[in-house]
């Protein structure tokens, strides 16, 4: 019965997919080009959230902060004019060193609240939320001199709430094309996020990762054999934000477009949900249950609209259906989570 408990999720997600795909009556190629697009952009910002929950930390909802930094080399980037995949790289290159940086300083708050990490993420994600607001609608073209006149209000200050990163968007189309029925898509991605994978594979392999799961089960045992606890947190926050950062900049260039205020809101939330939906608990998340979640979740999230209105004559019962999935999932896996963690104490 314990074993089974982390089947209970991902089984209540495929009845639902399944039958809202009757529901709605959406094609299988339809289906296949859209959960595509969500695995690309939400593969990354998934994997990110592993790492932390194998040092213990439970969920590290600060991973908003890394689509933070992402956003900022984005716009930088367009500020800067750097066109194509040279443009990319410079947002990848200013968005990777901000994670990092904003990594040590979560890491650095989180080990002052061991027990507590989950919470305190929240709470940094809006103060970092905030910041960020406060830098681009009142700084910039006042105390941040503007280069790309075409990034600000009409007013010189503060930036436009959505920006064109067309140029970006078709960077891979024509690099390892996969056709298909309903169209032709690019295998880069893929194989960014596969990496990404590979390499949380190998880290859990390694030292560093026998460290993680050691802190991870016991801070007691971790100290007794000599491990520095904080270091260790600090190296299992930081890859995790930086891997965000890499998300969201997936997650914008497949869309072609970046939402300036609100474009990072709630990744942290989906990304959990998306996650939960495959198994994980708080206190284990394989890979496997990372892309098991993507396309339930997700698969979930295509449907619903189209089911509402088919069943209820009501499009945005669906729409209201997806956020109480992203948050009802979260509260089932950490309801799951404490009866399991109760079950191993007895």
Known sequence: MKKGRQFIVPLVFLILSIAGIQAAGLSLAYMGGEVYARIVRNGVMVLALLIPIMAGMGINFAISIGAISAQVGLILALDFQVPGLA??????????????????????????????????????SFLATNLYHLVFMVGYGTVIPVRNSQLVLSKGVGLRNMLDTVMYKNLFDSVLTLHTVRGSYSMVPFIIIGVVA????????????????????????????????????????????????????????????????????????????????????LKRATITQAFQGLILFHTLFIVSPMAGQNLFANAALGEYFRSFIAYGTIVFALM?????QEGELV
């Open 87 to 124: 443009g990319l790289l410079f947002a990848l290159t200013v968005g990777l060193i901000l994670s990092y940086f904003s990594g040590c300083m979560i890491a650095w708050v989180y080990n002052r609240a061991k027990g507590k990490e989950m919470i305190c993420g929240i709470v940094m």
């Open 198 to 281: 590979v390499f949380i594979a190998y880290v859990r392999r390694t030292p560093l990762g026998y460290r993680f799961r050691v802190v991870g089960e016991s801070l007691d045992i971790a100290e007794k054999l000599g491990i520095d606890i904080d270091e260790t947190r600090k190296k299992a926050i930081v890859l995790s934000t930086m891997m965000a950062s890499l998300g969201h900049l997936l997650f914008i260039q497949n869309m072609g477009v970046v939402n300036v205020y609100t474009g990072h809101l709630n990744v942290n939330i989906f990304a959990a949900a998306a996650l939960m939906a495959g198994g994980a608990t």
């Open 336 to 340: 799951m989570s404490l009866k399991q």
